[in-house]
Each structure stands twice: as structure tokens, then as C-alpha cells.
């Protein structure tokens, strides 16, 4: 038997004795978990507010861990090899997955949402998910391969350069992955705007150009401080629908607007603030084979995931580390589970 941490409804955390994953499947590992991120997607699981969830339900999904069993097909990974776990899973076959856009099949999952997750002591993965990575990365640091994997494809989407100015609205964890990731690998110049000031100053410690409190005011209109021609990337880090409408409202002519948000609420935009500025609206969604090209810029130092880290629990500490983000956001930046 092992430990395994169940979301048994909204609000409601058990730490339940389940049987231990069967043996792998041909082409399948089982990973000991040794570290894990909990996500802005395992809180709104937790609050019941996000629709994609049923109860109840494993969550984690930014996992961790070491092999302890490989299947008979496995070639390239080997038990006792570290390895950060790919949580995407798609049908394989359809179109969008033949063209390599897995992230969005229309069959998509992600563990630990529309399927049990990574918060338990072993799983069972497809190898083909699976990311060997270097020792010298420590496990808590690890465990941020998954979100910095998001930002990775936010970044790939919006095309940003070293000729991009770049305003993020919304540093949190995702949003700082982005400052790092546009910043320090592709050169460009980077804003970060956010109304908490724990956030800001990480921001600018990761080096951002400018930071911006934008309570009472607008973040667009802010960053002309900085720029003249204001902003030509912007980067919805908080996925509010007034949010979304403000910086089609806002946004300079040319603009490429990267949008991560799940609220389904509606936003008023007008077709002709799009039309007239050629704006784009770039949806960005989970990751799209990013784990090799982040495991890399870790391995060579290009970003700094440990300076996300302010907290860590025990996985059977789940419920104090949900009141700790609950309680006392303006502390609270990337919470890790240790196994």
C-alpha cells in the first residue's frame, strides 16, 4: 500500500491508503515521486472552481521523481534515472496530434485534472512523457519544469524576440517564468506588472526592466514611462475577462497579445479595436514538447527557478500549504511538496 492525497470534494483534502501502481506496461516507467509544485490549477480544484475536475480526484501535476521499474520496450530511460513527468496526455492520432500540437487534441488531459494525478508515492507513466535530467538539479527546483514549460510555449507563441517589448500582467509564478524565459533567452525587454508588492520585487530581482504597481491605474499607459512607443507584446498572465478587454482597448497598433486564461466569463470587445490596430490574440495553452529545450536553459543556468521557491510541506501537509496560499498571498510565490 502506499500514501495517496485525494481532493474529495471542494474543500474537503483526505490522505487515503490505495494499492501501489501494477507493474508498468510495455512502454511505461513507474516513478517514485520526489517532489512536486502545487499549481493555481490544484487551488481552483481544490475551491471548486474549475469546471474541467471531477471529485474525487488525485491532483499534481508539476511532478518529479526517480524510476523504480522500466517496461519491456523502454529503451532510453533506466531505473534509478531522475526524471521530470510530462502531465499532457492526448489521443495520439488525430490530426492536431500528428502535426505535434498534442496540447490541444481534442481528447487532451492533463493528470490530476481529468485524470488522478502526481500527490501519491508512485505512478505510472508513459515513457514517452518521461524527461531524464541532470543530478545537480535539486528536486524542489526540478519540480518547476512543468510550469516553466508553460511559459516556454507562451514565449514560442507570441514569436517574442530580442527587438520585443514585453508588459506581463500578472506576476505570479507563470507570469515570472515568461519575465525569466523572454528575458534571459531570447533577449528581450520586459515589464512586469502586478498589484502585489512580494511579486514585484521578485520581479525585479529576476532583472526585470521596470515594475508596476497598476492599482487605480492603467499598466498599458505605465509602461509608456518606460518605452515611447509603448508595449508590442503583452502578456495576460491572470486570464481575467477584464483584463482581456482592457488591452484590446489599450494596446498600441501591431500588438501581439498572449492569452493563458480559463475564465469562461465574457468580455465586451469591439471587433474594430482588433481590425483597425491589427491586433493579434494568441491563445497559449499547457506545453508543446518543451521539457528538453527547459531542461536545458536550467542545466546551463539561463533561468533561475529557485527564486520562485517560498514555501515547502510534506505532500501529507496538502491541507496547511492550501491555507498558507489562501491566507497569505502577499507571502506566498511557488509552494513545493516533498515526498
Not at 470534494?9 to 494499492?19: A, G, L, Q, T
Not at 471529485?55 to 534509478?80: C, D, F, N
Not at 488591452?247 to 468580455?267: C, D, L, M, Y
Request: aromatic share 6%; proline share 6%.
Amino acid at each position: 500500500m502506499m500514501k495517496a492525497v485525494y481532493i474529495v470534494e471542494p474543500h474537503v483534502i483526505e490522505y487515503r491508503d490505495i494499492p501501489e501502481p501494477p507493474a508498468p506496461l510495455d512502454d511505461e516507467v513507474t516513478i517514485e515521486l520526489k517532489a512536486a509544485g502545487i499549481c493555481g490549477t490544484d487551488v481552483h480544484i481544490y475551491h471548486g472552481v474549475h469546471a474541467a475536475a471531477k471529485y474525487p480526484r488525485i491532483p499534481g501535476h508539476e511532478l518529479v521523481g526517480i524510476i523504480t521499474a522500466v517496461g519491456s520496450e523502454v529503451k532510453e530511460l533506466q531505473i534509478g534515472d531522475r526524471v521530470a513527468i510530462d502531465p499532457v496526455v492526448s489521443c495520439g492520432q488525430c490530426f492536431l496530434c500528428q502535426e505535434g500540437r498534442h496540447n490541444i487534441c481534442h481528447q487532451v488531459m492533463c493528470l490530476g485534472v481529468q485524470t488522478d494525478g502526481g500527490f501519491t508515492e508512485k505512478i505510472n507513466v508513459k515513457a514517452e512523457r518521461v524527461y531524464k535530467f541532470n543530478p545537480q538539479i535539486p528536486w524542489e527546483e526540478a519540480a518547476l519544469v512543468e510550469p516553466y514549460s508553460i511559459g516556454a510555449q507562451m514565449v514560442d507563441r507570441g514569436r517574442i524576440t530580442a527587438n520585443d517589448r514585453v508588459l506581463i500582467i500578472g506576476g505570479g509564478p507563470i507570469g515570472l517564468t515568461v519575465l525569466q524565459i523572454a528575458q534571459n533567452v531570447q533577449g528581450a525587454q520586459v515589464i512586469v506588472a502586478d498589484i502585489l508588492p512580494n511579486r514585484l520585487e521578485l520581479a525585479k530581482e529576476m532583472g526585470a526592466l521596470a515594475v508596476i504597481n497598476p492599482q487605480g491605474k492603467s499598466a498599458i499607459q505605465e509602461s509608456y514611462d518606460y518605452w515611447s512607443q509603448g508595449p508590442n507584446v503583452i502578456v495576460d498572465a491572470v486570464g481575467s475577462a477584464k483584463i482581456l478587454e482592457q488591452t484590446v482597448q489599450e494596446a498600441p497598433h501591431g500588438t501581439r497579445i498572449i492569452e493563458i486564461g480559463f475564465n469562461s466569463e465574457e468580455s465586451r470587445i469591439r471587433p474594430v479595436d482588433i481590425t483597425k490596430k491589427e491586433l493579434e490574440i494568441i491563445g497559449s495553452r499547457m506545453n508543446k514538447h518543451k521539457f528538453p529545450e527547459v531542461l536545458q536553459w536550467f542545466k546551463e543556468g539561463k533561468i533561475q527557478p529557485r527564486l520562485l521557491i517560498s514555501h515547502r510541506f510534506s505532500y501529507t501537509e496538502l491541507d496547511k500549504a492550501m491555507g498558507i496560499i489562501e491566507k497569505e498571498p502577499t507571502k506566498v510565490c511557488k509552494v513545493i511538496l516533498d515526498f
